[in-house]
């Protein structure tokens, strides 16, 4: 089985690859390494390469794994000074009363989707002092078994979370379906990248609206081609 090295050297050839087809730069799109079900030693071996933004799904995991990475590289780097700043990401679908447990590790939620969530992030949020950058999640494939605002409703619900005083709308997060056919694929990610657009040109949201995150293993070349800026990867690197 190739090395992680190798795995990570992979996907980075794509996506530069990807972008060159694109007229991008390279340096447009952040891989955050999906740590789900990946041991200790692989996730300080994606460190140790320079990858410090790292995902996981579920708030208990996110917890976990925080705590023990953080304690395995105060122990692996003896000087406070080498010990780099992991940036944590929630990916997954988020409940109202996990978000407490959430806003101190995570820089980023990729997953805030309806009202009431941003609500609560936003109350949380104030009582902790704290301004977290979010992500809208839509749902471009209008799949009925998938978390996510519809596309059309999606306006409305930005313009009602840039209200809301602790929270910073940072973009959109979207997952495309589960299908070999790459046509349906990237037109999910173009559906997704106009409303972007759209809400960007309409001032509905503010210059730190900056964000895409779509892309994940088995069909982050396309992500890129069609604007990404996060791709959210972790069986490409540690499954092989």
Request: net charge neutral; hydrophobic share 40%; charged share 25%.
């Amino acid at each position: 089985m190739p090395k992680i090295s190798e795995r990570i050297k992979r996907v980075k050839d794509t996506i530069d690859s990807a972008c060159a087809r694109a007229g991008r730069e390279p340096d447009e799109v952040k891989l955050v390494v999906v740590t789900k079900s990946a041991t200790l030693d692989a996730i300080q071996e994606v460190i140790d390469l320079g990858y410090t933004h790292l995902g996981e799904n579920r708030v208990q995991q996110l917890k976990k794994v925080s705590v023990h990475v953080a304690d395995l590289l105060k122990e692996t780097r003896g000087d406070p000074d080498s010990i780099p700043t992991i940036h944590w990401h929630m990916i997954g679908h988020l409940q109202r009363n996990k978000v407490r447990q959430v806003l101190p590790i995570a820089e980023l939620i990729h997953s805030v989707d309806t009202l009431r969530l941003a609500e609560e992030v936003n109350a949380a949020a104030a009582k902790l002092n704290l301004h977290p950058r979010v992500l809208l999640q839509v749902n471009a494939s209008d799949e009925p078994q998938k978390y996510g605002v519809p596309v059309g409703a999606a306006t409305h619900l930005a313009e009602q979370i840039e209200t809301l005083s602790h929270i910073r709308l940072a973009g959109l997060m979207m997952m495309a379906p589960l299908t070999h056919n790459k046509d349906i694929v990237r037109a999910c990610f173009i559906r997704t990248r106009e409303l972007f657009v759209e809400m960007r040109g309409e001032r509905i949201v503010g210059p730190q609206f900056t964000e895409l995150s779509m892309g994940m293993s088995s069909d982050y070349e396309i992500a890129v081609e069609e604007g990404a800026t996060i791709l959210r990867i972790g069986s490409a690197i540690f499954a092989g």
